[in-house]
């Protein structure tokens, strides 16, 4: 199988510093543009798991950068150009430090609170009765605080205008935004026999303009459940057939890890690692409707290091 790209180091002219995440590699050039580097890791329960996955960055990066455009009628996004498969290059904003959370579904973390008694979500009023993964009346906004260590925290409305996180005037169209943003992955998703369950956006600014951040609509930030059978599965109390990367934080926990202290990352064999990429590949298949061309695996940091040059040269 081909090499993934787990690590990058470049130094592109004007680079004045390099972050890595825990999938990207984002490099900030003259404080004007960022050249984000979606790579092969792949991480779970926030843990860097030890082998990459191979075009699992191509995946992720293909489909956050059809869906920037098109959603760019919504709202203007960070998005300047993608110059290679594996590579977004756009506008350095000044990030808002909320994440924007909508659910359509009471699923994952906000079943969780509720399934512990919590019918408080965020500021949000959530009703009596409700069952795992039944649709919420209207999707429902439960944003985060941007952690810069450990874990996001659960945050209301009002405490984020309270507490001058965000003005009240930019807090209502965030808001708009988010549900414009998650109407059209709905429809989107509709059209290909999904449900857009649940997503995050991330929003920046610039001299006075809200941009759209990051990646949208990917396995990696949203949930989707299949339409087909979606019905008769929570009238049985079954669970949803899922397209995410939950097949992968199953795997992890049937073979003993959540990321917890002293608990090991299972060997991930080539047979593993090469199922994986496999899945990526019908992720993104199945939310485009598009069969997926591999890049060329030969050289592939010469590759990325050459596009995003060219690029570079482009926009000064």
Same mark, same amino acid.
């Given at each position: 199988?081909?090499?993934?790209?787990?690590?990058?180091?470049?130094?592109?002219?004007?680079?004045?510093?390099?972050?890595?995440?825990?999938?990207?590699?984002?490099?900030?050039?003259?404080?004007?543009?960022?050249?984000?580097?979606?790579?092969?890791?792949?991480?779970?329960?926030?843990?860097?798991?030890?082998?990459?996955?191979?075009?699992?960055?191509?995946?992720?990066?293909?489909?956050?950068?059809?869906?920037?455009?098109?959603?760019?009628?919504?709202?203007?996004?960070?998005?300047?150009?993608?110059?290679?498969?594996?590579?977004?290059?756009?506008?350095?904003?000044?990030?808002?430090?909320?994440?924007?959370?909508?659910?359509?579904?009471?699923?994952?973390?906000?079943?969780?609170?509720?399934?512990?008694?919590?019918?408080?979500?965020?500021?949000?009023?959530?009703?009596?009765?409700?069952?795992?993964? =039944? $649709?919420?009346?209207?999707?429902?906004?439960?944003?985060?605080?941007?952690? %810069? !260590?450990?874990?996001? /925290?659960?945050?209301? @409305?009002?405490?984020?205008?309270?507490?001058?996180?965000?003005?009240?005037?930019?807090?209502?169209?965030?808001?708009?935004?988010?549900?414009?943003?998650?109407?059209?992955?709905?429809?989107?998703?509709?059209?290909?026999?999904?449900?857009?369950?649940?997503?995050?956006?991330?929003?920046?600014?610039?001299?006075?303009?809200?941009?759209?951040?990051?990646?949208?609509?990917?396995?990696?930030?949203?949930?989707?459940?299949?339409?087909?059978?979606?019905?008769?599965?929570?009238?049985?109390?079954?669970?949803?057939?899922?397209?995410?990367?939950?097949?992968?934080?199953?795997?992890?926990?049937?073979?003993?890890?959540?990321?917890?202290?002293? =608990? $090991?990352?299972?060997?991930?064999?080539?047979?593993?690692?090469?199922?994986? %990429? !496999?899945?990526?590949? /019908?992720?993104?298949? @199945?939310?485009?409707?598009?069969?997926?061309?591999?890049?060329?695996?030969?050289?592939?940091?010469?590759?990325?290091?050459?596009?995003?040059?060219?690029?570079?040269?482009?926009?000064?």
């Amino acid at each position: 199988m081909t090499n993934a790209i787990v690590e990058t180091n470049f130094q592109f002219p004007g680079q004045k510093s390099h972050y890595v995440g825990k999938v990207r590699d984002v490099y900030n050039i003259d404080d004007k543009y960022l050249v984000m580097i979606v790579s092969d890791r792949i991480s779970a329960f926030d843990v860097v798991l030890p082998k990459g996955i191979p075009f699992k960055g191509q995946v992720l990066n293909q489909i956050a950068s059809r869906f920037l455009d098109a959603t760019a009628d919504i709202v203007p996004n960070w998005k300047v150009a993608t110059p290679d498969p594996m590579v977004t290059v756009g506008r350095r904003c000044e990030p808002y430090k909320v994440e924007m959370v909508i659910r359509g579904y009471l699923t994952g973390h906000a079943w969780r609170e509720y399934k512990a008694g919590k019918r408080m979500l965020c500021g949000v009023c959530l009703p009596d009765g409700m069952v795992e993964n =039944q $649709k919420f009346e209207q999707p429902i906004i439960t944003p985060t605080t941007k952690a %810069s !260590e450990g874990h996001d /925290e659960d945050i209301s @409305r009002e405490e984020i205008i309270s507490q001058g996180i965000v003005s009240e005037a930019d807090y209502i169209q965030l808001e708009q935004y988010t549900r414009a943003l998650f109407a059209r992955g709905t429809e989107m998703a509709e059209k290909m026999g999904l449900i857009l369950v649940d997503t995050k956006y991330e929003f920046g600014h610039i001299d006075g303009t809200i941009y759209l951040m990051d990646e949208i609509h990917t396995p990696d930030s949203s949930r989707y459940f299949y339409i087909d059978g979606y019905k008769e599965r929570l009238a049985n109390g079954e669970p949803q057939r899922q397209l995410s990367k939950e097949f992968v934080r199953q795997w992890l926990i049937e073979n003993g890890f959540q990321g917890k202290d002293g =608990q $090991k990352v299972p060997e991930m064999d080539e047979a593993r690692v090469n199922s994986i %990429s !496999e899945r990526y590949i /019908e992720l993104y298949e @199945r939310i485009t409707g598009e069969p997926f061309v591999k890049a060329d695996p030969a050289n592939v940091i010469g590759r990325i290091e050459q596009n995003v040059l060219n690029c570079l040269k482009s926009l000064h």
